[in-house]
């Protein structure tokens, strides 16, 4: 299956840390790419591979993955943090998907 | 500064193809380091890969989209299109493109969408 499945929301306080998770068979194979979405914006991508960050995302970002599971983890969240977050990977035909997306409040 | 720009009809109407275009600057779309895909997003849900194309003509489509789709390339004019037939009320969404990188070190490979245009709403409506 190629499917990707995320909690559809998940809540953390100002400075607190957070782990956002990815799950599906095709990442016992193949490294995830995340992506933060904010209301009325494209998507960012935020970490990708192993744990890569683009130029530009903070060092509060981070990325791990352990057989069919993927997390994003923020240490320190802030308030512009609030987003959607989305991660994608490929299956083995080169087919592409998304997961459901995580909405993230900061309290 | 690369740069990815959507275009074209913001309104299509049931049964009809809906057309898109996106243009590329600040870098070229034949190089072999970079896919490039479309993507979309329907009001208010998640997002939807549907489908990206290889400089060198491979191409790889959503396979509950496959039978509608196009995807084609112009590099004259550094810009790839998007072609989805016989649409319904539930192709209506932002329809975004995106640079689709690979790179590979050692024996492990990345990949990410890392350039996004802005995005373009396509409503599906009589």
């Known amino acids: 299956s190629s499917e990707l499945t995320q909690d559809p929301a998940v809540s953390v306080a100002l400075g607190q840390t957070v782990r956002i998770t990815c799950q599906g068979d095709s990442l016992r194979s193949y490294y995830a790419s995340w992506y933060q979405q904010k209301p009325g914006q494209a998507p960012v991508l935020v970490i990708y591979?192993?744990?890569n960050r683009p130029s530009g995302i903070p060092d509060r970002f981070s990325g791990s993955s352990s057989g069919n599971t993927t997390s994003l983890t923020i240490t320190g969240a802030q308030a512009e943090d609030e987003a959607d977050y989305y991660c994608?990977?490929?299956?083995?035909?080169?087919?592409?998907?998304f997961g459901g997306g995580t909405k993230l409040t900061v309290l | 500064q690369l740069q990815l720009q959507e275009s074209g009809p913001g309104l299509v109407k049931p049964s009809e193809t809906l057309s898109l275009t996106c243009t590329v600057s600040g870098g070229s779309i034949s190089s072999s380091s970079y896919y490039w895909g479309w993507i979309r997003q329907p009001p208010g849900k998640g997002l939807e890969w549907i489908g990206s194309f290889y400089y060198s003509g491979s191409t790889y489509y959503n396979p509950s989209l496959k039978s509608r789709l196009t995807i084609s390339v112009d590099t004259s004019k550094n810009q790839f299109s998007l072609k989805v037939n016989s649409v319904t009320a539930a192709d209506t969404a932002v329809y975004y493109c995106?640079?689709?990188?690979?790179?590979?070190?050692?024996?492990?490979?990345?990949?990410?969408?890392?350039?996004w245009g802005q995005g373009t709403l396509v409503t599906v409506s009589s």
């Open positions: 994608n990977s490929r299956d083995s035909s080169g087919i592409w998907v």
């Open positions: 591979g192993k744990n």
């Open positions: 995106a640079r689709h990188f690979r790179y590979c070190s050692g024996t492990s490979c990345y990949y990410g969408f890392d350039y």
